[in-house]
């Protein structure tokens, strides 16, 4: 499998980096390398260490803007909570349904519909769960509850 199978797509990231998902993985999309390349780069961490440290300050600011994290599903999976308590859902669940992965949480009460998303990959199928549950307010309650 390639590598972008396995971490979210360039479009994803963005979100994820604008919805303030943590920035520090072990793969990146540099989309400032499509002016050069035609199509973003995805780079390891290391690569991206070493262009930093080797840049004048003008183009890592540069570089910053350009730069998304490109978390695998098992990244993102670490950052969506097991269960969402005080509501009517069982605890996550992730399958292959129809050649997509689907990560949901079933829903017990007949009331409220399972929140449920797929797609053709893991990670993205979970990165837009992260995403539906931070503009929900639903990561909030779950990291204060580990507090």
Not at 47 to 53: R, V
Not at 115 to 142: C, G, H, P, S
């Amino acid at each position: 499998m390639r590598l972008e199978g396995i971490v979210v797509n360039l479009e994803l990231a963005k979100e994820l980096k604008a919805s303030s998902y943590p920035q520090e993985t072990n793969f990146y999309w540099n989309d400032i390398a499509q002016k050069v390349t035609v199509k973003p780069i995805l780079m390891p961490a290391e690569e991206l260490d070493f262009i930093e440290a080797h840049s004048t300050e003008d183009f890592k600011r540069t570089l910053g803007k350009g730069v998304f994290a490109a978390p695998i599903a098992s990244e993102i999976g670490e950052h969506l909570p097991t269960t969402i308590s005080g509501l009517d859902y069982m605890a996550i669940t992730m399958e292959r349904r129809n050649g997509k992965h689907v990560v949901r949480y079933p829903s017990t009460n007949n009331e409220l519909r399972e929140i449920r998303f797929e797609d053709e990959t893991e990670a993205n199928a979970r990165a837009k769960m992260w995403l539906f549950l931070k503009q929900e307010n639903l990561l909030l309650e779950q990291s204060q509850e580990k507090n």
